[in-house]
T-cell receptor, first 113, second 115 residues
Framework: AQSVTQLGSHVSVSEGALVLLRCNYSSSVPPYLFWYVQYPNQGLQLLLKYTTGATLVKGINGFEAEFKKSETSFHLTKPSAHMSDAAEYFCAVRDSSASKIIFGSGTRLSIRP | DGGITQSPKYLFRKEGQNVTLSCEQNLNHDAMYWYRQDPGQGLRLIYYSQIVNDFQKGDIAEGYSVSREKKESFPLTVTSAQKNPTAFYLC??????????????FGDGTRLSIL
């Protein structure tokens, strides 16, 4: 069965610093992977997705993620954090039956001035 | 613009009362989903529906019910059997068929509280 593990429930970085949010997945089939962002009292918004092809995926708001099959990872990065990046971030994998998406427990990103 | 509309944004329930949360989408998506989100936790799947007039239980279906009479609508009823209904409820939809790389699109949520 598919699953995702997000390492670190809370990450804090300084404004302008590198953002790294970690996600490891478990999948018995080639995975379809997603990163979502959630701002307070709002729904989830898709940041980026990996399906097939290029392993470095670029998303919105300057975020990108690299699919590493050998490490079963799909970490999210951004070179320079902005105050507006403060939010909850969720990694997700499409279920093998393709009927559901399985979400990680989320990582709350805080940005220090 | 197409999207998912959840209403109301805030909802209050009295003890022993059923309440229904609305979810409407105009994206022409086949599949729709209901999630529950508690503070500091991820999303837990309540129910989902892949086609009209059909739905399946998710991980935490007890105390909830749904219907899917129209493609664009997937209302969720929180029954009195749900003993701890206070949470943030999110509705989502996705296109089915073909490849399975379609992401889910989300509404802005309904926050349910107990009076």
């Amino acid at each position: 069965a598919q699953s995702v593990t997000q390492l670190g429930s809370h990450v804090s970085v300084s404004e302008g610093a590198l953002v790294l949010l970690r996600c490891n997945y478990s999948s018995s089939v080639p995975p379809y992977l997603f990163w979502y962002v959630q701002y307070p009292n709002q729904g989830l918004q898709l940041l980026l997705k990996y399906t097939t092809g290029a392993t470095l995926v670029k998303g919105i708001n300057g975020f990108e993620a690299e699919f590493k099959k050998s490490e079963t990872s799909f970490h999210l990065t951004k070179p320079s954090a902005h105050m507006s990046d403060a939010a909850e971030y969720f990694c997700a994998v499409r279920d093998s039956s393709a009927s559901k998406i399985i979400f990680g427990s989320g990582t709350r990103l805080s940005i220090r001035p | 613009d197409g999207g998912i509309t959840q209403s109301p944004k805030y909802l209050f329930r009295k003890e022993g009362q059923n309440v229904t949360l609305s979810c409407e989408q105009n994206l022409n998506h086949d599949a729709m989903y209901w999630y529950r989100q508690d503070p500091g936790q991820g999303l837990r799947l309540i129910y989902y529906s892949q086609i009209v007039n059909d739905f399946q239980k998710g991980d935490i279906a007890e105390g909830y019910s749904v219907s899917r009479e129209k493609k664009e609508s997937f209302p969720l009823t929180v029954t009195s059997a749900q003993k701890n209904p206070t949470a943030f409820y999110l509705c989502a939809s996705t296109r089915q068929g073909g490849s399975s790389n379609q992401p889910q699109h989300f509404g802005d949520g309904t926050r349910l509280s107990i009076l």
